[in-house]
T-cell receptor, first 111, second 115 residues
Framework: DAKTTQPTSMDCAEGRAANLPCNHS???????VYWYRQIHSQGPQYIIH???NNETNEMASLIITEDRKSSTLILPHATLRDTAVYYC????????????FGTGTRLTIIP | DTGVSQNPRHKITKRGQNVTFRCDPI?????LYWYRQTLGQGPEFLTY????????KSRLLSDRFSAERPKGSFSTLEIQRTEQGDSAMYLC?????????????FGSGTQLSVL
């Protein structure tokens, strides 16, 4: 059963911020939100993850709502190389729980 | 490059043949995962190893599939008597075992085509 819901596809103009939403209304208190992306013909790449506080790294920012039922991945200045499928995954962050991927959001950056 | 390495990148085989894929994880990563991905879908978990021990296998991993990780280093995934439905991208990932913040590092995959 899918734990997350994401739009199938989105477009974003090059140089603008890309905001990718994710709904995870059944998230448990000990589940983290992870984001990976997959560029064509490559394996998935880790982007960022968080529990309840907003997170930022060199690739992106993650905004998690206060009730934790949804989150947004923000790519602040999208480039053509950000064109990829973006996966939002919820996962207990210890033990042996594996990453379970959905179908993700296909983000296309428009020149 | 010290990332996860998978070989071959592409494999074309005839139905009924056996195939074997190899994955070399990042050095000192003691967890190794195999995933399968079909067109338009996200990767699906197949199995994973903690060092040389295979700790979990998905129901997707039929008895025609076998994975090994001798000595806890590289891993092989073998498919016997291939079927057309086995055509997919086979992805390998590794991670250092940590109690929190586990990040998986994926290889570029092996694309299998069964004719």
């Amino acid at each position: 059963d899918a734990k997350t819901t994401q739009p199938t596809s989105m477009d974003c103009a090059e140089g603008r911020a890309a905001n990718l939403p994710c709904n995870h209304s059944t998230i448990s208190g000990n589940e983290y939100v992870y984001w990976y992306r997959q560029i064509h013909s490559q394996g998935p790449q880790y982007i960022i993850h968080g529990l309840k506080n907003n997170e930022t790294n060199e690739m992106a920012s993650l905004i998690i709502t206060e009730d934790r039922k949804s989150s947004t991945l923000i790519l602040p200045h999208a480039t053509l190389r950000d064109t990829a499928v973006y996966y939002c995954i919820v996962r207990v962050d210890f033990g042996n729980e594996k990453l379970t991927f959905g179908t993700g959001t296909r983000l296309t950056i428009i020149p | 490059d010290t990332g996860v390495s998978q070989n071959p990148r592409h494999k074309i085989t005839k139905r009924g043949q056996n195939v074997t894929f190899r994955c070399d994880p990042i050095s000192e990563h003691n967890r190794l995962y195999w995933y399968r991905q079909t067109l338009g879908q996200g990767p699906e978990f197949l199995t994973y190893f903690q060092n040389e021990a295979q700790l979990e296998k998905s129901r997707l991993l039929s008895d025609r599939f076998s994975a090994e990780r001798p000595k806890g280093s590289f891993s092989t995934l073998e498919i016997q008597r291939t079927e057309q439905g086995d055509s997919a991208m086979y992805l390998c990932a590794s991670s250092p075992r940590q109690t929190t913040n586990e990040k998986l590092f994926f290889g570029s995959g092996t694309q299998l085509s069964v004719l």
